[in-house]
């Protein structure tokens, strides 16, 4: 069983800041692309943020500017760093390592971190 450990979520008000991590065993994290997914209560889960291998990243359209993702292949860990928080941002968020591939691609997920933005 694939752990990701994510940890960070909380209770922050509106305009404030969070950074959210996640770690991953090094022989899964090297090869896979690591995202940043959330889902609010009654609503389906979407994508916040992804980083590949290389570096590149793309962003939901709802957190460019605000939201950061990076990652320390030194630490196998993925970062998301939230500015400028909204109540609409309340969600749990869920990491996620994906690689692609018949027979040696895999899809793990991590068990899921509360962010609530509320004054």
């Known amino acids: 069983q694939v752990q990701l450990v994510e940890s960070g979520g909380g209770l922050v008000q509106p305009g404030g800041s969070l950074r959210l991590s996640c770690a991953a065993p090094?022989?899964?994290?090297?090869?896979?692309?690591m995202g940043w997914y959330r889902q609010a209560p009654g609503k389906q889960r979407e994508l916040v943020a992804r980083?590949?291998?290389?570096?590149?990243?793309n962003y939901a359209d709802s957190v460019k500017g605000r939201f950061t993702i990076s990652r320390d292949d030194a630490k196998n860990t993925v970062y998301l760093q939230m500015d400028y928080l909204k109540p609409e941002d309340t969600a749990v968020y869920y990491c996620?390592?994906?690689?692609?591939?018949?027979?040696?691609?895999?899809?793990?997920w991590g068990q899921g971190t509360q962010v609530t933005v509320s004054s």
């Open positions: 980083i590949i291998t290389t570096g590149i990243t």
């Open positions: 996620n390592a994906y690689r692609g591939g018949t027979g040696y691609g895999y899809d793990y």
């Open positions: 090094g022989n899964i994290f090297r090869l896979a692309a």
